[in-house]
């Protein structure tokens, strides 16, 4: 019988699962987190509960917020079980599993006012957020935030209820700098280029719109540190609560599995002190770009390399398509021809090096994660991850044909359908568009690279659009597995 877990269940855990050694009851409130998922359970938590764990840090527990009504169903769920969460690290030769305990509280998702209230308490010092990529309003062609989106027009207009992410922020700070109280930091932990830079322009753009001093005096006053954070977290299924009590005995309603590995470099650029995390392997630099831009080209770029052939060819798990020889030669020549020459050097970082972790950590076969996942959401994803780099290769007079077939890929993805004909269901908040465009695409391949709000000016240039028409009508004349086989060997 598993045991239930709760703070009462502390005490007695299974033998094989590690709790917290500290007295939650002494942990104080510091930090209010945005978007409370898997990747955050996986990520910042167990950092923190690592501090916690060491004796230091026990004033910067963490308070969860969410803006969505649906983020209610996983709140009732950390609810139940006094919002602790259990963590399970899993590679081919090792699985364990730990009970986390740095959460102490969740808001309701949806009542602005309670939010805004937790944020204006002094004891908050940071706000951090996981609302993943497309929750920032960013204009995708141009990269920049987007002030005349309609959710933030609304939250500009004068009494408005704030129900976005940034105007509920923004809230919070006017209380406090109306309250004499030190702002909070904006620390982003998502997956996005120059996320502490892309933070502030959303806090300070629709500030902008209220009042150009209020604008001011959060660029003044307001700090937005950069971070890269990485570790590989799939969603929970019944699969993984079903692991989790077979092989652990101990029940949780929302699990996180995960693998070993994990990364996190900051800025150190605070406005009221932060926990030392630089204690638990925390890296801070004084310039987090060089690494974001090598995760985000050779470990995002290469996620987005293996999701489409691999979707298109019916397979499930990420693991399973990097034991597919052409899906696995993909990425190998993708990545070694045209993704990581773009990328920079990085202090203390061998690019060949981190490519070889990446491979390794994308064939783990203990993780879980699915095909379908990564296929995910691509038109937030693929101009931020794969979009750059075409340029980037494109202003240098260096050929793009394997992006191309990779832009290729995703379209034909979209289109509906796999090489075997099977039915892919809706997986991006745009599908019906994409669909419909994919289906155009199918007889004009330009009409895919005119989507400018994604392809910007790459779908303009003459290289890319001759190779990428070239290598959709290949996939259309003689499916995924014969394209591939033709590109690993130079004649596509």
């Given amino acids: 019988m598993a045991t239930k877990l709760s703070s009462e269940a502390l005490a007695n855990l299974p033998a094989k699962v590690a709790g917290p050694k500290y007295d939650r009851a002494s942990l104080k409130a510091g930090i209010v987190h945005f978007g409370v998922g898997n990747f955050h359970r996986s990520h910042q938590a167990v950092y923190l509960d690592d501090l916690f764990n060491s004796g230091l840090g026990h004033d910067w527990a963490l308070v969860g917020a969410g803006v969505f009504e649906g983020e209610k169903v996983g709140r009732a769920k950390l609810e139940e079980q006094d919002w602790l969460t259990t963590v399970v690290e899993q590679d081919e030769g090792h699985m364990s599993a730990r009970v986390t305990g740095s959460m102490i509280d969740f808001l309701t998702p949806g009542d602005p006012a309670g939010i805004i ?3 204006a308490d002094p004891a908050i010092r940071i706000v951090s957020l996981t609302i993943t990529e497309g929750g920032y309003f960013i204009d995708p062609a141009s990269g920049v935030f987007n002030p005349a989106h309609p959710d933030i027009v609304a939250d500009a207009q004068p009494g408005a209820t704030p129900k976005t992410v940034f105007g509920i922020i923004l809230a919070g700070l ?4 109306d309250e004499g109280t030190v702002p909070f930091t904006v620390m982003s932990c998502d ?3 120059h996320n502490g830079h892309v933070t502030s322009d959303g806090v300070i753009g629709l500030a902008r719109l209220i009042d150009e001093d209020l604008a001011n005096w959060v660029g003044e006053h307001v700090a937005f540190p950069n971070a890269m954070v990485d570790r590989i977290t799939p969603a929970t299924t019944d699969r993984e609560r079903g692991i989790l009590a077979k092989d652990f005995g101990l029940e949780d309603n929302w699990p996180v599995f995960c693998e070993p590995f994990r990364q996190w470099v900051l800025e150190d650029h605070f406005t009221d002190g932060r926990p030392p995390l630089e204690k638990v392997g925390v890296q801070f630099v004084r310039d987090v770009a060089p ?15 293996i999701a489409y052939p691999a979707g298109l060819m019916d397979i499930h798990f990420v693991h399973e398509a990097m034991q597919e020889p052409l899906v696995r030669g993909f990425l190998d020549k993708l990545e070694h021809d045209e993704i990581i020459p773009t990328v920079p050097p990085v202090p203390d970082t061998v690019l060949e090096n981190y490519y070889q972790l990446i491979d390794k950590r994308f064939s783990n076969p203990k993780i879980g994660d699915t095909v379908r996942r990564l296929c995910l959401d691509g038109s937030n994803r693929q101009p931020k991850f794969i979009i750059p780099t075409i340029a980037d290769r494109l202003k240098a007079g260096q050929g793009v044909a394997g992006l191309a077939l990779e832009s290729a890929l995703w379209c034909r993805y979209c289109f509906g359908t796999t090489d075997s004909g099977a039915v892919i269901e809706p997986n991006d908040p745009s599908w019906d568009r994409l669909q419909a465009t994919a289906r155009a695409a199918k007889d004009a391949p330009a009409a895919w690279l005119a989507m400018e709000d994604i392809y910007g000016d790459v779908g303009r240039a003459t290289a890319f659009v001759e190779a990428f028409g070239h290598a959709l009508k290949m996939l259309w004349a003689d499916g995924t597995r014969a394209t591939l086989t033709r590109y690993l060997a130079g004649s596509l």
């Fill in 117 to 119: 209230k937790r944020l």
């Fill in 291 to 305: 690494y974001e831009l090598m995760k985000i080209r050779i470990l995002n770029g290469g996620h987005a390399t």
């Fill in 174 to 177: 006017v209380r406090r700098r």
């Fill in 191 to 193: 997956n996005i280029p």
